[in-house]
RNA sequence: GGAGAAAUGGCAGAGUGGUCGAAUGCGGCGGUCUUGAAAACCGUUUUCCGCCCGCCGGCGGAACGGGGGUUCGAAUCCCUCUUUCUCCGCCA
């Protein structure tokens, strides 16, 4: 949520900004400014009036004490008239305040200078690419059909249970799920985040915090009952720890990482391109999560992206770095790096991560705010995010890539995690 | 799930209808003293919105778990929701 300050200040600079996510903000900058200083002079009123209304209450306060109830009484008419003037001057100030929020909620982020416009993910720009494309047999086959020739991931079964998009990891393949998520989760902590492990139920406060709700809605599971969500990132509960709260300067830049279950509905993306493990209802990531100072918020940003560039290099998988171009961004998102790795045998590029700096888009809607040493005033942080990893698609790559004729070779870096070299 | 009690500033904890944004203590910050520190003493210390305003600051309004109500006036009374604690029941 942009902020109303830097909208009444910068108005066309948001609406240029705008454009490079194609984004026409014309109508509802206008409107934003209209009801804004519509809402102000609606205060100025009302406080007016109150502020009278609490000094004829002081009075009458005052003439009660010295016993005076006729001139208490006769004070008392002059209140009616305004108590009902402010009760109308707060309804309509209640109704501007949710007017005034539902446009502001409208806007997406600003994105970053270095931000280019393009019309779809062709437009991305490749910022650098590393590892080396295996050379695998022209009958290499795709992991949809590794998994079931060694019976590591069963999506029958996953069927059975629950529905499409929700696999049964097992034996080696379960294994090699809870190693990677090890292996991240220890390097994550190497680097210096902190671990936690939030629920991956969360109510609407949160949902609305990081800017899932409302505009993905639909794409989160529901819990009518309690009106809970599924969690479709750790972003979700990571990033709302730190809702309403003043953190200290020398504090930042907060940095925790999590392993959850994501959950996604992925209504209306079915179809070609995701078979396998390509998309899925359910399935594992861990999530690295930085607050931090408003100056510092782009070194933070090339930070993780050097980590996740680290890990995809420890796998041994060949990868490339994006930066997203204005129309393939997220809403929320001012500048946004994905890491697609290489998969042998489908022969295209897998989305494994996706690291972004929101810079003060979601504080503003948190209430994340830091304070200087000394200083008496608040600001809003910046929150950053990325996947350090999503574990399908690795694992997808992972064995397309290094299938060979006696069974899959496990990573160098995972060994000591699954305690086994092949799965055979 | 049943019964009862409670929710106040960073923390502890007073406050049961009027001058209470809120005593007091602790903590934090600034200062005096000191070679330095401690102790002592003095001062200061919530957040949001609006107006004036380059900044500092000033003025007004709102907020005592959330929402609603009674009243000229609510931290204080009423309703409701949530959460926490105690006892009972059930349970991984």
Known sequence: MLTINLIREKRDFISDRLKIKNFNSEEILDKILELDSRRREIQSRSDTMQAEMNRISKEIGSLMMQNRKTEAES???????????????????????????????????????????????????????????????????????????????????????????????????????????????????????????????????????????????????????????????????????????????????????????????????????????????????????????????????????????GLVKKLGLPYRIMRLCGSDMSFTSALTYDFEVWSAAQERWLEVSSVSNFESFQANRLKCRFREKGGKQTRLAHTLNGSALALPRIVAAILENNQTPSGIRIPQALIPYTGFEMID
């Open 75 to 309: 004070a008392k008419e002059n209140t009616y008239r305004l108590k009902e003037e402010i009760r109308e001057l707060g309804e309509e100030l209640g109704r501007l305040d949710s007017e005034l929020r539902e446009e502001i909620i409208r806007l997406p982020n600003l994105p970053h200078e270095s931000v280019v416009r393009g019309s779809s993910s062709e437009d991305n720009v490749k910022v650098r690419e590393g590892g080396e494309k295996p050379s695998v047999p022209a009958d290499a086959l795709p992991h949809w059909e590794l998994i079931r020739k060694y019976d590591i991931i069963d999506f029958d079964l996953g069927n059975k249970l629950t529905g499409a998009g929700f696999p049964v990891y097992k034996g080696k393949g379960a294994k090699l799920e809870r190693s990677l998520i090890s292996f991240f989760l220890d390097e994550g902590v190497s680097a210096g985040y902190t671990e936690v492990i939030p629920p991956i139920v969360v109510n609407e406060d949160s949902g609305f915090g990081t800017g899932q709700l409302p505009d993905m809605e639909g794409q989160m599971y529901h819990m009518t009952l309690d009106n809970f969500y599924l969690i479709p990132t750790a972003e979700v509960p990571v990033t709302n720890i730190y809702r309403d709260v003043i953190l200290n300067a020398e504090d930042l830049p907060v940095k925790n990482i999590a392993y959850t279950p994501c959950f996604r509905r992925e209504a209306g993306s079915w179809g070609a391109h995701v078979r396998g493990l390509n998309r899925l209802h359910q399935f594992d990531k861990v999530e690295i999560v930085q607050i931090a100072h408003p100056d510092h918020s782009y070194k933070a940003l090339d930070e993780m992206v050097n980590h996740v560039e």
